[in-house]
């Protein structure tokens, strides 16, 4: 198994430029979610799904929209993307969802808005 | 809303026993978790205390008191690899809410 993957590892993007960050897992894991973290702040949620078809919002989920149309792929979109954008994003997949703890975690994307 | 706290960094020598404490304040609370991550790397699951009291794994062991609000990461012979970043993530329904993290420095 592949685990948790997200691509790309790396990004830089110009202010107002979209992009789209991919996350996919082998597991059959149900719920996944998007983090992002940045210096000193530790790992804010923006955006989960407990299943394919259904999302949610998370603590910072302004500036991203994501879907889940396969259990596997779980694609985190920035529409007009800013310089506060500019963080580490973590993918990250469970067997459901939680109080489950155990979160397996991609290995980041770090994404520089310029 | 939610909100924990721990110390942003620890520093201990190599054999030494470290405890790294963790309070939080939440609105629905399922269990108290802990992830290591080192430099560059992505967070991985240590371990998981839903119920009061002392869950061991090898030279890793957490608490909870609920209580108290309070929970703590106890590490034992300390190695240098030991050397990371360590989050308390809170567990609610359908989330999971992170510390900031404590960066443990472990020299020789």
Redo the contacts between chains.
Sequence with gaps: NAGVTQTPKFQVLKTGQSMTLQCAQDMNHEYMSWYRQDPGMGLRLIHYSVGAGITDQGEVPNGYNVSRSTTEDFPLRLLSAAPSQTSVYFCASSYSKPPRPEQFFGPGTRLTVL | GQSLEQP?EVTAVEGAIVQINCTYQTSGF??L?WYQQHDG?????LS?N?LDGLEETGRFSSFLSRSDSYGYLLLQELQMKDSASY?C?V???????????TMLLVSP
């Design positions: 942003s399922y269990g978790s790397g992505a967070p991985t699951f998981y839903a989050f993530a567990s609610g329904y359908s989330t999971l809410t992170f510390g900031k993290g």
